[in-house]
């Protein structure tokens, strides 16, 4: 875990350097907002430029054709209705314009209506996103130059056009196809149906790609939890099948290591006890003389040494998950450090039962626990269980350690030189194990600087 947080560090740190100082912030606050899952970002790569290309498409089309027909269609009906008021000009003996008329609605497609003594209704406002007005007005103004009226919303398939010349009014109605290019939405039901079916196509052909990388981290996730994956074989394209198959294999790798070191440290676990045995039984029949007192302590201070290394080689990866209540894993060490003479205290929020490996659990806290009781009086235990994260703190009033020595105390072995500096039969092993156990869980453990004054223990695992 932690080489996986330095390994996002180093590519943030080599992207901030890429990036131009004045485009920082930018990219950080793009970065904050985009999604940071595989799946979400491939469907990304996809539609974006899909969307990108269409809206390009549509506004060329929209500028070019559309417009361009809509011109056409206008102008050739300012052509007719020109027609009309020059005929109505030329032939006044049709008082009733009964002929002008028939002749608009056969040929033309135009109903007509001629009022004498009219005057034009008030001008209308023009619509905001129709292009039919603005063009419509400005072919009447080109061809037949004369005042004028038009409405194009109140009769959704009908246009209506008013041009008064002498004291006459000329109404006549055009339908809306006649002017206006009206099947344009044909064609962006066509791009943005095609464009939903591809985005289908490529949200499940993506999704069958993804599934099989998540199947990895899940089992690379358990395998590092101590926990195994049955079912697991390797799917998917041909380098995600690689990485599974490496990964098999690298698990098969360990798993053999693993029991070597076992079967070896079983074999040299028997041997030096049965030594130490030896020695014991003969320090038993040499009898209680005062020379050999120390000979008996340091027999001992062996058999604690040896079991401590032990365990620290072995671990407690083998065993199996299971559930663990805080509620009693707390009073028991709560116990323990109440026979020494000294007060511990604990809180818990959330709930009481965890998944984890209990004994191995149990170990972990008792060793923080154990430390704080050689060198406090106090020791509070704050467990918070939320819906992702078990976090215990621990807080003593012990002298605590220094910065510079909060990760040196992990490493096997370490022994410090100042204020908590171990016993004369410690192995220094205590922390170590500690943080073993807890990223063998998938989680860790940190140091810091207590309320208290001592050292804060911070225990956090995945719930």
Same mark, same amino acid.
């Given at each position: 875990?932690?080489?996986?947080?330095?390994?996002?560090? #180093?590519?943030?740190?080599?992207?901030?350097?890429?990036?131009?100082?004045?485009?920082?912030?930018?990219? @950080?606050?793009?970065? @904050? @907002?985009?999604?940071?899952?595989?799946?979400?970002? +491939?469907?990304?790569?996809?539609i974006v430029p899909m969307l990108l290309l269409q809206t390009v498409v549509a506004g060329l089309f929209m500028e070019r054709h559309w417009r361009m027909v809509t011109e056409r269609l206008s102008e050739a009906t300012v052509k007719d209705i020109a027609g009309i008021i020059q005929t109505i000009q030329a032939y006044p003996q049709d008082a009733n314009y009964e002929k002008i008329t028939r002749i608009a609605d056969d040929a033309l497609n135009l109903t007509i209506a001629v009022e004498e003594n009219a005057q034009l209704p008030p001008p209308r406002p023009r619509p905001f996103f129709s292009i039919l007005d603005g063009i419509l007005a400005d072919q009447i103004t080109q061809q037949i130059q004369m005042p004028f009226w038009i409405d194009t919303v109140g009769n959704s398939r009908l246009v209506e056009i008013r041009i008064k010349f002498d004291t006459r009014v000329l109404t006549v109605f055009v339908r809306r196809g006649s002017t206006y290019a009206s099947n344009t939405h044909i064609f962006l039901i066509w791009m943005v149906g095609t464009a939903?079916?591809?985005?289908?196509? +490529?949200?499940?052909? *993506?999704?069958?790609?993804?599934?099989?990388?998540?199947?990895?981290? $899940?089992?690379?996730?358990?395998?590092?939890?101590?926990?195994?994956?049955?079912?697991? +074989?390797?799917?998917?394209?041909?380098?995600?099948?690689?990485?599974?198959? =490496?990964?098999i294999l690298m698990r098969e790798r360990i798993e053999r290591q693993l029991e070597q070191r076992t079967a070896m440290l079983a074999g040299v676990s028997h041997d030096l006890r049965t030594i130490l045995t030896r020695?014991?039984?003969?320090?038993?029949?040499?009898? $209680?003389?005062?020379?050999?007192? !120390?000979?008996?302590? $340091?027999? #001992? $201070?062996?058999?604690?040494?040896?079991?401590?290394?032990?365990?620290?080689?072995?671990?407690? =990866?083998?065993?199996?998950?299971?559930?663990?209540?805080?509620?009693? *894993?707390?009073?028991?060490?709560? +116990?323990?450090?109440?026979?020494?003479?000294?007060?511990?205290?604990?809180?818990?929020? !959330?709930?009481?039962?965890i998944a984890v490996r209990p004994n191995a659990f149990t170990r972990l806290v008792a060793n923080l626990v154990a430390n704080a009781e050689r060198y406090a009086k106090t020791l509070h235990v704050d467990a918070r269980h939320s819906a992702r994260w078990l976090t215990l703190t621990l807080d003593d009033d012990g002298p605590g350690i220094p910065p510079e020595a909060r990760e040196d105390v992990f490493k096997p072995f370490f022994r410090l030189d100042e204020a908590r500096n171990l016993n004369a039969s410690g192995t220094g092993l205590g922390l170590a194990i500690a943080r073993d156990i807890a990223r063998g869980h998938g989680g860790n453990v940190t140091l810091g600087e207590s309320p208290k004054g001592g050292l804060r223990a911070i225990i956090r695992i995945p719930a």
């Open positions: 875990m932690a080489l996986f947080d330095g390994f996002k560090r #180093d590519i943030k740190r080599d992207m901030d350097r890429l990036t131009l100082p004045g485009w920082r912030p930018f990219t @950080r606050w793009l970065r @904050r @907002r985009l999604p940071t899952g595989l799946y979400t970002r +491939s469907l990304l790569i996809v939903l079916v591809l985005v289908l196509i +490529s949200v499940l052909f *993506l999704r069958g790609q993804i599934r099989p990388i998540l199947t990895l981290a $899940d089992a690379a996730e358990s395998f590092g939890k101590g926990q195994r994956l049955e079912g697991f +074989s390797p799917r998917g394209a041909d380098e995600i099948r690689r990485a599974g198959l =490496a990964f020695f014991k039984l003969q320090l038993a029949l040499a009898g $209680d003389k005062p020379e050999l007192h !120390g000979m008996g302590q $340091d027999v #001992d $201070d062996m058999q604690s040494m040896l079991e401590g290394y032990l365990a620290f080689a072995k671990g407690d =990866a083998e065993e199996d998950l299971g559930t663990l209540h805080l509620s009693e *894993l707390l009073p028991k060490l709560q +116990s323990g450090f109440a026979v020494h003479g000294k007060e511990m205290t604990y809180t818990i929020d !959330g709930e009481d039962e």
